[in-house]
């Protein structure tokens, strides 16, 4: 099983801010034949399912504000909102779906400072 | 638009047995594999089965096997997880996804999920 692996567990940023989640995978999951990485990120508020926000790395969601950005390639991703606004307060989990099972990230917590 | 509602949940004993459904809508059901990923309270996500567009194919996480089974019934725009023999590392909320048109395991659309808790 490829294993994901977040960083920080939590932080906390100013209103306006960025904000920077790392993701790492025990294994590469770009596929060579498309040259596409299968990691998503989703964001999960209190009492509310997961939402999806990126996928194939880089490729936002339909609807998702363009303050989320996500990055990198083979086994080093990075999820980035650019200026934190009150309603990213919320957990983020990264998954590979390169294989399966497909597995989660631990998740990241992201409070205002 | 696009509904997944989750249902069977509920308070079940260790050995016990449970069938999740999850009923789709605002969409053609039957042109997408289907997920179930769950969720222990206070925990992180677990992907615990797929399947499918014609049920012809699934595969359910090791841990699980034996004891989980995923199924669909595209005419009632529905799908399952038959869970046998659950014990108390079992509680957690239930989500059902699908998957995005053209993908297996990519998720786009999420229930609000279902508890299910094994006490006694």
């Known amino acids: 099983d490829i294993v994901m692996t977040q960083s920080p567990d939590s932080l906390a940023v100013s209103l306006g801010e960025r904000a920077t989640i790392n993701c790492k995978s025990s294994?590469?999951?770009?596929?060579?034949?498309?040259?596409?990485?299968?990691l998503a990120w989703y964001q999960q508020k209190p009492g509310q399912p997961p939402k999806l926000l990126i996928y194939?790395?880089?490729t936002r969601e339909s609807g998702v504000p363009d303050r989320f950005g996500g990055s990198g390639s083979g086994t080093d991703f990075t999820l980035t909102i650019s200026s934190l606004q009150a309603e990213d307060v919320a957990v983020y989990y990264c998954q590979q779906y390169y294989s399966t099972p497909v597995t989660f990230g631990g998740g990241t917590k992201v409070e205002i400072k | 638009e696009v509904q997944l509602v989750e249902s069977g949940g509920g308070l079940v004993q260790p050995g016990g047995s449970l069938r999740l459904s999850c009923a789709a809508s605002?969409?053609?059901?039957?042109?997408?594999?289907m997920t179930w990923v769950r969720q222990a309270p206070g925990k992180g996500l677990e992907w615990v089965a797929y399947?499918?567009?014609?049920?012809?194919?699934?595969y359910c996480v090791d841990s699980l096997k034996g004891r989980f089974t995923i199924s669909r019934d595209n005419a009632q725009n529905s799908l399952f997880l038959q869970m046998n023999s659950l014990r108390a590392e079992d509680t957690a909320v239930y989500y059902c996804a699908r998957a995005k048109f053209g993908e297996t395991t990519l998720t786009d659309y999420w229930g609000q999920g279902t508890l299910v808790t094994v006490s006694s």
């Open positions: 194939w790395a880089s």
């Open positions: 294994q590469s999951v770009l596929y060579s034949s498309n040259s596409k990485n299968y």
């Open positions: 399947i499918k567009q014609d049920g012809s194919q699934e």
């Open positions: 605002g969409f053609i059901f039957g042109s997408y594999w």
